[in-house]
């Protein structure tokens, strides 16, 4: 079923211009689906992802994060996890004022993760269910303790400060994926910054406590071969959830972008079937 595309702008935290696009099927929509995308890339990287939700009846919203891909905002510039999830919040605010009888399902990958796990605490009441994958919500388990220390401290007065690299490679175990992520001019191909770290070792932080706020259908999808965000982290946050409808689908083999592996239409089928039974 092929969907329709366009794309639209709302004002975020702080006046910055945040760019979102929307994917409506060509029938009229059973659900809507918000996605937060992960660090350095955009939205657009997500096209086959919305036309596979369209071909079950789904409306997705995605933006590109401040300092990301179309939106304002210095580049990958993050001082709190605050404007993360206030922009994501009025983006969600955006499709339930335009689908408010619709079932709403907020999707989150590696970085995106964390900020849908963040914001769902905040606003528990506020989406029908959740699907984080690959969620960065564990980010100090994966990094030595002094990068933690640096993180926090450099990230609090110098946010912008680059403090860890990120190698390509790991994100596909598919080299046209990893080549086209090399070659887009919308993904940020440098350092990752201070501040983004210290949010997210925030997060993790956070997470054992805050998770038992969740009580809304939880999915989670993971690479078990990832080695941006390893699995233990999403094996911990199912550990701690207060939702009696969680899920943990580890993928033998795949890297850290399960929607981009050679088997990405195995994880899309999977990952739609759960939301089409959730609505």
């Not at 980010?139 to 640096?150: D, K």
């Not at 080299?175 to 925030?202: F, M, N, Q, T, W």
């Not at 239409?265 to 739609?272: E, I, N």
Request: charged share 20%.
């Amino acid at each position: 079923m092929p969907a329709t595309h366009s794309e639209h702008s709302f004002d975020g935290t702080g006046g910055v211009r945040i760019v979102y696009d929307v994917w409506t099927p060509d029938v009229p929509p059973r659900g809507v689906v918000i996605l937060a995308h992960g660090y350095a890339e955009h939205a657009r990287r997500y096209d086959h992802v919305a036309t596979r939700f369209a071909d079950a009846g789904l409306i997705t919203y995605a933006l590109d994060h401040r300092g990301h891909g179309r939106s304002g905002g210095k580049r990958v510039y993050l001082r709190d996890m605050s404007e993360y999830t206030g922009d994501f919040h009025t983006l969600v605010g955006i499709a339930a004022a335009e689908h408010p009888d619709l079932a709403r399902v907020v999707v989150g990958h590696s970085m995106g993760g964390g900020i849908v796990f963040a914001y769902g605490v905040e606003h528990p009441g506020d989406y029908t269910a959740m699907v984080l994958s690959g969620p960065a919500v564990d980010a100090e388990a994966s990094v030595s303790p002094v990068m933690v220390r640096v993180a926090k401290l450099v990230g609090r007065l110098a946010p912008g400060t680059p403090v860890e690299d990120l190698p390509a490679d790991a994100v596909s175990r598919d080299p046209a994926v990893v080549a086209a992520y090399e070659s887009d001019p919308l993904v940020y191909h440098g350092k990752l910054p201070a501040g983004i770290a210290r949010a997210l070792i925030g997060v993790g932080e956070t997470m054992p406590q805050c998770a038992g706020i969740i009580t809304a259908p939880l999915l989670v999808v993971h690479g078990e071969q990832d080695r941006l965000i390893p699995v233990e982290g999403s094996r911990k946050l199912v550990d701690c959830v207060a939702s009696s409808d969680v899920h943990l689908k580890v993928y033998p083999g795949l890297y850290h972008e399960v929607f981009n592996e050679p088997e990405k239409a195995l994880v899309l089928d999977d990952v739609t079937s759960w939301i089409e039974a959730k609505l």
